[in-house]
């Protein structure tokens, strides 16, 4: 979990992801813009649809207009013929069958009495159908002039169809019958109106009068013509201002656009209202198709991008990031061959992974350089190390030889002295110059020996450390121990000298500040190293403190150890606390590295 949990991180934090948030924040703009269209669109979508219910308002009063008064006409017609005008049953019936069958828009024509007789009708009529009992007929008797029945409404009409008068009147203007015209409403609507060709696909247009009572309805007119409007909560509000829109759900749990106006009418009292409604979804639709199109070929955009930028970022950018990432790995680890492997192109990336090569090929040939001087300050310390050792050895083989037999042959000379007849007086004098001439020859001696022990060049490392020690141990009174094991041979001499040299100066810090009542002197082969490791019971101290005072000059003898075994090859380290002893642990290479003697002959050449 907590690896996946990394990866996870590491995924969101990468390079590649904080590319793909870019692409999808310069898509951002994008999408705004489009939904600002989309917005816009919708805008429109809502103006253009408040304008054509005004245009489908007017064009159905227009119908409306044209419909009453070219019924009024064919009324007046009517009226005026001779075939009415004298009553007369027969030629009237001729007449008006005529007229009806070109006129179909009318279910019925006919001519009735001001006493409410038919005279004659196009079409018979029920036996409990009666055209006087009518509103129009009333109004045409009381008026004298052109009327139009009450509108129809589902349960008081057997039919949807409404009535219109008009008076048949004598020479002196006295009224002698009435002619009336019943028109077929779903007839109208299918097919003497072009209102049903101005809706768009899925609207629907509605004309209601104060009551709510549909007037006219498309589609399906003949199931809607003379019921009462299904969404009476909105009634109130069609006839609340002369226009509006108002969104609200339908009857059938549809969400609408109804788009209303107002105006005056002559088929039914006061005002009507024309309704064009239309479902959310379809008013939208088109400018939601734009939208879904222009999101979806953005979103193709944006996929293409996406991909496209995974791959290049992983190609162009990760690929020699990640070379650079290891190539630096590999350089801080401290191998200074690394490089990127990469082009050194003209571009950002490509100027990064040159100037980084060009600094770890820089770093490399500073390192060979350091490497090169630290090398020839290897050899200079050991050419100095073995004049040192040389002119030790010399002064030694003088002390030893030259002073060494001049003393002994002073102290032989006042020996014989001592024995020559009459002597007595001087015997006291004698005997304390051959005292002193034997601490000098002594002194002489362990001077010799401290410079250059003899056997270290005849015996070897082994032999002489071991005698060392036991001289140390001897001089002071410790318990000496002396071990070495898995060494068969003789050593190379600048190790032999260096070993010794180390051993002395920490045998000699023993005696002089450990306090130590047992010392430890090991030698051994191990890891293709010598290993030197000179232990006592001393005192001991804190290591730490010890050695930042020896870097501040406190103790050279610590940094000549140091030195001493750091430039063979080796090292030191010091192991010891307060009240616990100490260690000195060195180890050292087997033989003198091959490059230091190429260098160390190159010096001596130049020399």
Not at 71 to 90: C, D, G, I, P, W
Not at 189 to 214: C, D, H, K, M
Not at 335 to 344: I, V
Not at 546 to 559: E, K, P, Y
């Amino acid at each position: 979990m907590r690896r996946l949990l990394g990866y996870v991180s590491r995924l969101f934090s990468g390079l590649q992801f904080r590319l793909l948030v870019l692409i999808v924040l310069v898509c951002a703009p994008l999408v705004a813009l489009i939904m600002h269209t989309a917005l816009e669109d919708r805008r429109r979508a809502m103006t253009s649809w408040r304008q054509r219910s005004q245009k489908v308002l007017q064009l159905s009063k227009r119908e409306e207009d044209e419909l009453v008064g070219g019924t009024r006409q064919l009324l007046l017609a009517v009226s005026e013929s001779t075939q009415v005008r004298s009553l007369n049953a027969h030629q009237a019936k001729k007449w008006i069958d005529e007229l009806s069958s070109s006129y179909e828009r009318y279910s019925n024509l006919g001519l009735i009495s001001t006493n409410g007789q038919i005279i004659a009708t196009a079409n018979p009529l029920a036996e409990t159908e009666n055209p006087a009992d009518r509103y129009f007929f009333r109004r045409v008797v009381q008026t004298k002039s052109f009327a139009i029945g009450s509108f129809p409404t589902g349960g008081n009409a057997p039919k949807t169809t409404i009535s219109f008068g008009y008076p048949v009147l004598d020479s002196t203007g006295e009224i002698q019958a009435v002619v009336y015209a019943e028109l077929d409403l779903d007839w109208y609507s299918q097919f003497g109106s072009e209102l049903p060709t101005q809706l768009p696909r899925g609207a629907f247009w509605v004309e209601i009068n104060r009551n709510g009572t549909i007037m006219n309805r498309y589609p399906r007119p003949d199931e809607w013509i003379g019921q009462t409007l299904p969404e009476r909560q909105l009634l109130s509000t069609f006839f609340s201002q002369p226009s509006g829109v108002v969104e609200a759900t339908g009857y059938d749990s549809v969400e609408n656009f109804y788009a209303f106006g107002s105006r005056p009418s002559k088929m039914a009292a006061g005002t009507v209202a024309g309704i064009l409604g239309i479902p959310r979804q379809a008013l939208f639709a088109e400018a939601d198709r734009i939208l879904k199109r222009n999101l979806g070929w953005l979103g193709l955009a944006a996929t293409v991008a996406m991909v496209f930028g995974w791959a290049a970022s992983r190609l162009l950018i990760l690929r020699p990031l990640k070379a650079l990432v290891r190539a630096s790995a590999r350089l801080g680890s401290g191998d200074l061959t690394a490089r990127t492997g990469l082009p050194h192109g003209w571009d950002e990336v490509g100027q990064l992974t040159r100037a980084f090569d060009e600094m770890a090929e820089d770093l490399q040939n500073r390192e060979k350089q350091r490497q090169q001087a630290s090398q020839k300050l290897q050899v200079i310390y050991h050419r100095l190390v073995e004049v040192q050792e040389t002119e030790r050895r010399q002064i030694a083989r003088e002390l030893h030889d030259e002073i060494g037999q001049s003393l002994t042959a002073a102290e032989m000379n006042l020996q014989a002295a001592l024995r020559t007849p009459g002597a007595a007086a001087l015997e006291r004098r004698l005997e304390d110059s051959i005292k002193a001439v034997e601490r000098v020859l002594e002194q002489v001696q362990d001077l010799s020996l401290n410079l250059r022990p003899s056997m270290l060049d005849d015996l070897g490392l082994e032999p002489a450390l071991r005698w060392y020690t036991q001289r140390q141990a001897e001089l002071t009174g410790m318990r000496a121990e002396f071990r070495m094991t898995q060494i068969e041979s003789r050593l190379d001499p600048v190790i032999e000298t260096e070993c010794f040299r180390v051993a002395q100066e920490a045998l000699t810090n023993v005696v002089r500040h450990a306090q130590a009542t047992a010392v430890e002197v090991e030698l051994t082969r191990r890891n293709g190293h010598l290993h030197l490791s000179v232990r006592d019971d001393g005192v001991g101290f804190d290591a730490e403190e010890f050695r930042h005072r020896a870097v501040h000059g406190a103790s050279l003898g610590l940094l000549s150890m140091e030195e001493r075994a750091t430039l063979t090859g080796g090292g030191l380290e010091f192991i010891s606390a307060p009240g616990k002893g100490t260690e000195v642990h060195a180890w050292f290479p087997l033989r003198w590295h091959e490059n230091g003697n190429a260098v160390y002959e190159e010096v001596l050449d130049h020399d």
